[in-house]
């Protein structure tokens, strides 16, 4: 099993910055990728940024590119989202989740929630 826990959430004003972290513990050779996905009230849930473990090849949204960036440190077992010129649409719960692959994301955190005023 593997356990993901998110933190770094909170209230920010629009333009501001927050960085979240996904800290995974358990069996942590079980993954190939991870990610970072958002849920906001009344909406699906979104792809927001992914990471592949061995190599760091990083994705983006297009909603999220130029303004986020995902990394992570392989001997922590911890992933980061840094997120600048933050916006009130990117207001959501931030949710880690890890993988095999891009279409099988077989873990998640509980979630984190990121609150933008305008």
């Known amino acids: 099993q593997v356990q993901l826990v998110e933190s770094g959430g909170g209230l920010v004003q629009a333009g501001g910055s927050l960085r979240l972290s996904c800290a995974a513990s358990?069996?942590?050779?079980?993954?190939?990728?991870m990610g970072w996905f958002r849920q906001a009230p009344g909406k699906e849930r979104e792809f927001v940024a992914g990471i592949w473990w061995s190599g760091g090849r990083t994705f983006y949204s297009d909603s999220v590119k130029g303004r986020f960036t995902i990394s992570r440190d392989n001997a922590k077992n911890t992933m980061y989202l840094q997120m600048n010129s933050l916006k009130p649409e990117d207001t959501a719960v931030y949710l880690c989740t890890a993988g095999v692959d891009t279409s099988n994301y077989n873990y998640w955190g509980q979630g984190t929630q990121v609150t933008v005023s305008s």
């Open positions: 358990g069996h942590t050779l079980s993954w190939n990728v």
